[in-house]
């Protein structure tokens, strides 16, 4: 078979070794040829490719980022690119395409399938690893670890000063990789999606510890953590192809208000795509290669319109339709039950 693979919506680390999987089993086990649409979408709206074999993707296993490139680009949003799309499959002689994304260009795959019948399977990524069907995603282990190491540091700054240190971590629509870093990371509140935060509630947590004795304290926002309605004013942002607010800074607004209020000097740090950048830990490179073996057989067993996912840590199938349904958010047991047991 001749079998295209792209890379769309953010980089994240893992991608390579998923790339490099399909293309070993694809090109050893079961005889195909190999090519990779670039920069996501965008790529296959331009009909551009590059041919991949087991030599090209020699090396890149400890790889961050995607050697495909990636973009945001929604062929369904362009004049035209839906069809060009399909003409660029045609042309190109592609009898299978593996997509690898998150929500929206596993959104885009679906829709392809569904409504114009190509021959496709996708991959789940997403460092927020807030993907509903499967329970966990590539990437989000090496960013909670950024993410981690990080505030590990921030804590001997954060003592030595006695200071609030703000952190921010990414994370849309779920603070997955702020709950999972602030409990590792010791942090002293953790503001996320999920639970619209009351500035009030953490300021007087932070006096409370602060009065018990000489107390640094670390503070965890993810990006798209929502202050209570009125309770603090966030500036409009830009929009893209997929809808999506363009975010970070919160922990800006934050900081000044709780400098302001409690009187704590208050630094900000914001990781920002450092969580993104860089080479896989050794977990995500063993999901990465087990989900890009298993799109390749999904493929050979003409599993389309099929998304490879872990369940109870085996690799099963689910449908595309289900990848991009609903979010998963991040589970109210280990936010209230664990992480909250530390604050303040
Ligand atoms: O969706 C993954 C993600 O890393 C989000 O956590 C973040 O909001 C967004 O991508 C950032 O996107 P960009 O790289 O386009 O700035």
């Given at each position: 078979m001749r079998v295209a693979i792209l890379t769309g919506g953010g980089d994240c680390p893992?991608?390579?070794?998923?790339?490099?999987?399909?293309?070993?089993?694809?090109?050893?086990?079961?005889?195909?040829?190999?090519?990779?649409?670039?920069?996501g979408w965008k790529g296959v709206i331009d009909g551009r490719s590059v041919p991949l074999d087991v030599a090209a993707m020699r090396g890149t296993l400890p790889k961050g980022g995607t050697v495909l490139g990636t973009s945001r680009t929604n062929p369904f949003k362009v004049e035209g690119a839906v069809e060009r799309v399909l003409?660029?499959?045609?042309?190109?002689?592609i009898d299978a395409l593996v997509a690898v994304g998150g929500e929206d260009t596993l959104g885009v795959a679906h829709r392809l399938h569904a409504e114009h019948g190509v021959a496709l399977v996708g991959v789940p990524k997403t460092i927020d690893n807030d993907l509903s069907a499967t329970e966990v995603t590539f990437g989000f282990n090496t960013a909670v670890q950024i993410a981690t190491d990080a505030i590990d540091r921030l804590h001997t700054t954060a003592e030595s000063h006695d200071r609030v240190m703000v952190v921010e971590v990414m994370g849309r629509h779920a603070g997955h990789i702020a709950t999972y870093a602030g409990i590792a990371g010791g942090a002293?509140?953790?503001?996320?999606?999920?639970?619209?935060?009351?500035?009030?509630?953490?300021?007087?947590?932070?006096?409370?510890?602060?009065?018990?004795?000489?107390?640094?304290?670390?503070?965890?926002?993810?990006?798209?953590?929502?202050?209570?309605?009125?309770s603090l004013a966030l500036k409009d942002a830009e929009v893209d192809q997929f809808g999506h607010v363009k975010l970070g800074g919160i922990a800006n607004v934050l900081a000044e208000e709780i400098e302001a209020r409690t009187g704590f000097e208050t630094r900000v740090t914001i990781l920002g795509h450092v969580q993104r950048g860089g080479?896989?830990?050794?977990?995500?490179?063993?999901?990465?290669?087990?989900?890009?073996?298993?799109?390749?057989?999904?493929?050979?067993?003409?599993?389309?319109?099929?998304?490879?996912?872990?369940r109870a840590d085996r690799i099963v199938r689910v449908p595309l339709a289900d990848a991009v349904g609903e979010l998963k958010l991040v589970d109210?047991?280990?936010?209230?039950?664990?992480a909250e047991v530390f604050f303040g």
């Open positions: 893992g991608l390579n070794a998923v790339i490099r999987a399909v293309v070993r089993k694809g090109e050893r086990h079961y005889g195909d040829e190999l090519v990779g649409f670039v920069d003409a660029s499959l045609a042309d190109g002689g002293a509140a953790i503001l996320v999606p999920e639970e619209e935060f009351d500035i009030d509630e953490v300021c007087a947590a932070l006096t409370r510890r602060h009065e018990k004795g000489r107390y640094a304290s670390i503070v965890v926002v993810a990006e798209g953590a929502q202050p209570k309605e009125g080479t896989p830990t050794a977990f995500d490179r063993v999901l990465s290669t087990r989900f890009g073996i298993a799109a390749i057989d999904a493929v050979h067993d003409g599993a389309f319109g099929q998304m490879v996912a872990v109210p047991e280990l936010y209230h039950g664990v």
